[in-house]
């Protein structure tokens, strides 16, 4: 009798405890998913408030991944070169402000431009051009889960902005960049099949090996973009620079960013310049 009730009273036990570890797992599943869903939030930095999604969550993810990045050239000597590089654009607010910096300073930067903006903002497509600057694809609409639901997609949007890049600023540009880059959250499973299409078909793209850091939807100030650049650059002779050409305070910066390397060689990239890509990064170590 007494056994029995104790039986009972350790079945009974039991069963608390049953419930106690099923109730933990279940607040430990639901802090991981909001975890989760904070990471993989996409910030819509913006100005117009239109389908945009920033680079922001990526860029910590490849933090380290650039850290690592090399371009071989230019290492054996005493030559340092940056590449600078705008994304994202053109914008109406912005990117006028960059050309002009960029000509008083006499200096060419490389524009991966959204098809969807050279349409609305044709002049100052143009004026990129007219300019001595290398244009390159980003994207027609930059919206990851568009672009990355399969090679079709991105494809698809891909030419659909080449068309207008050829039809409005007049040029065919070999260069491109992915937006996120060549390998993110959003792409890891068919960045090599998109990659590999979009080499036969002859163009070539760039990542990056340092930042302003201007698409962290922290809304840095200015100074604080130029120690960014700064510190992402770790040093390196060869660096390619990202930033974001629709960015008010990338525009506040530009000119104390160009001051602050003036060590470097500042060029426009081409075709003939080794990129800097992730992926490859990846697959050769
Ligand atoms: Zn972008």
Not at 31 to 56: C, E, G, N, R
Not at 91 to 108: H, P, Q
Not at 133 to 162: M, Q
């Amino acid at each position: 009798m007494y056994k029995a009730r104790k039986k009972r009273r350790y079945r009974e036990n039991d069963f608390r405890m049953f419930l106690f570890a099923a109730f933990m797992i279940m607040c430990i599943g639901i802090v991981s998913a909001l975890i989760a869903i904070k990471a993989f939030a996409v910030q819509d930095t913006d100005v117009s408030k239109q389908k945009m999604i920033s680079d922001a969550d990526f860029f910590a993810a490849k933090k380290a991944n650039m850290a690592a990045c090399h371009i071989e050239t230019g290492v054996l000597s005493n030559d340092k070169t940056m590449y600078l590089t705008f994304d994202d654009g053109p914008s109406r607010e912005n990117t006028d402000a960059v050309l002009d910096i960029l000509k008083e300073k006499n200096i060419k930067a490389t524009f991966f431009v959204i098809g969807e903006y050279v349409e609305k903002y044709p002049e100052t497509a143009r004026r990129i051009v007219s300019e001595g600057h290398t244009v390159g694809i980003h994207c027609y609409v930059h919206d990851y889960n568009t672009l990355y639901a399969s090679k079709e997609s991105y494809i698809a949007d891909f030419e659909k902005a080449y068309e207008t890049v050829k039809n409005i600023m007049g040029v065919e540009p070999k260069l491109f960049r992915f937006p996120g880059g060549s390998i993110n959250a959003y792409n890891k499973d068919v960045c090599r099949d998109i990659i590999e299409e979009m080499e036969k078909r002859g163009f070539i793209y760039y990542d990056w090996n340092a930042g302003v850091e201007d698409a962290t939807g922290k809304d840095s100030s200015p100074s604080q973009l130029i120690k960014n650049a700064r510190e992402s650059t770790l040093g390196r002779k060869k660096i390619v620079l990202l930033a974001h050409d629709r960015v008010k305070n990338t525009v506040l910066c530009l000119d104390g960013l160009i001051d602050e390397f003036s060590d470097y060689v500042m060029k426009p990239l081409t075709e003939d310049i080794t990129p800097v890509q992730f992926v490859r990064f990846w697959e050769e170590n």
